[in-house]
């Protein structure tokens, strides 16, 4: 995978050119004074990097969990997604009941007042 390397100036003149170009093309390495500086890449490039990196940080934790003996059978890894799944819906189901109105009773009705006697 061979990779670009240019000086920042000659990134700074060009800097739309070099975006699109790194659309489909490797990292570019760039220089300030002979030293590399930076690294630019697509943005498609950089998460597909990041999700690489994630995954290798999982694969390695998991080699390190099993050499510490850290594992669950497959009958225990599902007995605790389904207690997760459970527990997850009875705190739905609770949070539906607790929205539902509770009913009362119908409010008393007014007497009737004679109409010469209403107060004003």
Not at 16 to 38: C, D, F, H, M, Y
Not at 58 to 68: K, M
């Amino acid at each position: 995978m061979p990779t670009d390397i240019i000086s920042l100036t000659e990134f700074k003149n060009d800097a739309s050119g070099w975006i699109e170009r790194l659309q489909s093309q490797p990292p570019v390495v760039l220089t300030q004074n002979g030293r590399g500086k930076a690294v630019v890449q697509s943005y498609e490039s950089y998460q597909q990097q990041r999700y690489a990196m994630a995954l290798l940080k999982r694969v390695i934790q998991g080699q390190a969990d099993a050499a510490a003996g850290r594992m669950a059978s497959l009958e225990q890894v599902k007995a605790t997604v389904q207690a997760v799944i459970d527990a997850a819906i009875a705190r739905e189901k609770a949070a539906v009941t607790a929205k539902r109105p509770k009913r009362t009773a119908a409010p008393a009705k007014r007497k009737a007042v004679p109409a010469g006697r209403r107060r004003a």
